[in-house]
């Protein structure tokens, strides 16, 4: 069965490729990513995966499995999306600095009429940093396109002090969760030639 990754994320293609299971991107589902009133981060993260999902089923080219992923930094009751621009990465990093968050990150796989979704909620533990040594990494232009203003898989990562549960589920695909749902989907992964 071919499986399409709907997603523009580079990050979600690596370690899909890292666990050797072929896919074929689709174009980044373009969806509604406003919380919902009082829709718990949780929830949030897990629908906006099943939308990506389910919109990139349905410009799939031949039938196939899709998997759709969503990841949200959350502090509090706050939902840390992708920053607008570097005022708002630095505001977001400095909220960040010295205190722990959580990193959700749900994955969708529909496959032949049916759906399954699974999340993973990470415990992040920031360093405390100086607004100076903030505006260095945000100027390296590297937390632009994530949310939270950071990658943990490059120059983020020194701003990390700990980590509780899943760091593929920080970087953006938790691997645990998306190997259970390959596996429900009867996807293939380890296929290596």
């Known amino acids: 069965m071919i499986l399409y990754l709907a997603s523009g994320s580079p990050r979600r293609a690596e370690l899909l490729q890292q666990i050797a299971v072929p896919f ?35 410009r799939m080219p031949t ?7 969503d990841t949200a930094v959350v ?30 990150s749900a994955v969708c796989v529909c496959s032949e009429g049916r759906q399954a979704v699974r999340h993973t909620v990470t415990t992040v533990q920031f360093r405390p940093f100086e607004a100076a040594r903030l505006e260095v990494y945000v100027a ?12 943990i898989q490059g120059l983020g990562g020194a701003l990390v002090e700990s980590l509780s549960g899943s760091y593929s589920g920080v970087v953006g695909l938790p691997l645990e969760q998306t190997v259970e749902l390959l596996e429900w989907a009867d996807i293939p992964y380890w296929q290596i030639d």
Do not use: C, F, N
Not at 29 to 51: G, K, L, N, Q
Not at 63 to 69: I, R
Not at 75 to 90: F, H, M, S, Y
């Open 140 to 151: 390296t232009g590297e937390g632009r396109d994530k949310a939270g203003s950071y990658g």
């Open 24 to 58: 074929t991107v689709l174009p980044a589902p373009s969806i509604d990513e406003t919380p919902r009133s009082a829709e718990a981060a949780v929830d949030y993260v897990r629908r906006m995966a099943r939308e990506k999902a389910l919109v990139g089923q349905a």
């Open 63 to 69: 039938p196939g499995a899709v998997l759709g992923a």
């Open 75 to 104: 502090l509090g009751d706050q939902i840390l999306g992708k920053p607008a621009d570097d005022t708002e990465a630095l505001a977001m990093l400095t909220q960040l600095s010295g205190t722990s968050h959580q990193v959700i």
